[in-house]
């Protein structure tokens, strides 16, 4: 859709990006009767929703509750959640005419195009009469004695409420620049420190080469990590973090795969990863059956009944396995199937911004009101979606946090 004229240069709303959030967030002020303009840099807006979903937009989860989400302030997205809820969005889409099914899990997708959903958001903006620039450099951001001013490389643009809705760090080809964490901290907001999610992990010397050997193996595992937590003076013990049991791949940088890319968003440097390679069956018991109806069969082959045959082979491997089935005891059939079930391996690193689906961290929730999503510090300045420090799992729920603060937001502005 082309860009909407700014006729204006004086509005009761500003939103700071037209990607999921912004738009909603825009649309939905203007139907509340506010002047609203939305400025976007790129020339192609609302690209990750278009990208979502392999093309057709994971655009929210059924089964949404705050437990589907990160914050140093777990408690902050309850608010907005139970004030835009799911169903909230699908009736949008069903009055958009836009077909939907549920993949699995509660996720629901688009039938057709995710291209659907940005049309139906442009569209609302302009039936609500708000303004779209895009291609539009933000030069500077300031409060004066009569609001917000926002100089622009085509003008200076004034409001009485300022939305960021810049999203995170992730993807900059598409382009996610990490603006709103500076505007956050010009205000004097705290921020805290973005870091890739929803990203594979990566490894290094001998368990990088053992990946790199295995890579495009796929199998079910149940995954999850260490409790560690950064703080000024190193890593303490924070909450536990849940165990996902999905998809699992080798890559040959590491490890990727639903189940690795929802336990990235707790992994922090330095902690190990805990793998069930095997979640399905009991590996004991089925060795042990192995032994007594042929003793004479290797690891390996016992084990590629329950795995792919290269990973069994490598686990025979790695357990440095000579002889037959019958030539071990009870304990060394329980040391091997506790490995199979309990895997421990450090990643060193994540593949980082270029391909993470999400940015955790952001903006400080404890500085901005819940029902709001105003900073209590600055008012009239509004902080929304990928920017806030609240990031869900994988499979829907970053979207559902971009329509229901987006949402909580418009109410407010
Ligand atoms: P979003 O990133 O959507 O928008 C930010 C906007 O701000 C962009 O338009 C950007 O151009 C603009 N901007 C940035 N800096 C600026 C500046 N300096 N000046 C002006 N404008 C600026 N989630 C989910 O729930 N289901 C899914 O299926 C997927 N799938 C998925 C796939 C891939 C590949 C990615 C990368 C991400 C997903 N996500 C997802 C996550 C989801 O896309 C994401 O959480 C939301 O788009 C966040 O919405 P926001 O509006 O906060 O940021």
């Known amino acids: ?86 169903q ?49 450099s933000i030069e500077a951001v300031r409060r004066d004695e009569s609001g917000f001013v926002v100089e622009t490389d085509e003008g200076r643009y004034r409001a009485a409420s300022l939305v960021v809705a810049t999203g995170g760090k992730s993807i900059p080809k598409i382009g996610a620049t990490g603006a709103g964490y500076k505007i956050a901290a010009d205000f004097g907001l705290p921020v805290i420190e973005p870091r890739p999610a929803l990203v594979p992990l990566t490894f290094a010397g001998a368990d990088k080469e053992m990946a790199s050997a295995l890579a495009g193996v796929s199998i079910d595992a149940s995954v999850t990590t260490e409790a560690l937590k950064p ?14 049991r999905d998809g699992f791949l080798f890559t040959h940088r590491g490890l990727s795969g639903p189940s690795i890319l929802q336990i990235s968003s707790y992994w922090r440097e330095g902690a190990a990863l805990s793998v069930d390679l095997a979640p399905t069956c009991d590996v004991f018991t089925e060795l042990r059956t192995k032994r007594s109806d042929n003793g004479r069969m290797g690891l390996a082959a016992a084990l590629s009944d329950t795995m792919p045959k290269r990973l069994a082979a490598t686990i025979a491997d790695h357990e440095n396995w000579r002889g037959n089935l019958a030539d071990r005891s009870d304990k060394a059939l329980t040391a091997i199937a506790k490995r199979v079930h309990g895997w421990r391996v450090t990643p060193v690193g994540t593949e ?14 404890r500085t901005l009101n819940s029902k709001t999503m105003e900073a209590k510090s600055v008012p009239g300045l509004y902080f929304i979606g990928e920017v806030v420090d609240v990031t869900g799992w994988l499979g829907g729920y970053n979207f559902q946090w971009a329509w229901a603060s987006a949402y909580a937001a418009a109410q407010a502005v």
């Not at 688009?110 to 049309?119: F, M, P």
């Not at 703080?231 to 996902?244: D, I, N, V, W």
Request: hydrophobic share 40%; aromatic share 6%.
């Open 352 to 365: 980082g911004y270029r391909t993470a689906e999400v940015t955790a961290g952001g903006v400080d929730t």
């Open 231 to 244: 703080t000024p003076k190193g890593a303490r013990k924070s909450a536990k973090p849940p165990s996902f």
């Open 1 to 86: 859709m082309p860009a909407t004229a700014a006729s204006l240069t004086s509005y009761d709303v500003i939103v700071l990006g037209a990607g999921a959030a912004g738009l909603f967030c825009a649309g939905e002020a203007a139907r509340r009767g506010r002047t609203v303009l939305a400025l976007d840099h790129a020339t192609k807006i609302g690209e990750k929703i278009r990208i979502s979903g392999g093309g057709r937009c994971n655009f929210t989860n059924i089964h949404t509750s705050p437990a589907n989400f990160l914050s140093e302030n777990p408690k902050f997205c309850v608010s907005a959640l139970s004030g835009f809820t799911p």
């Open 88 to 136: 909230g969005f699908i009736d949008r889409i069903d009055a958009a005419d836009i077909a939907w099914h549920e993949k699995k899990l509660g996720q629901l997708f688009c039938d057709g195009s995710a291209n659907q959903i940005v049309t139906m958001l442009t569209d609302g903006l302009a039936a609500n009469g708000a303004g779209l620039r895009t291609g539009v």
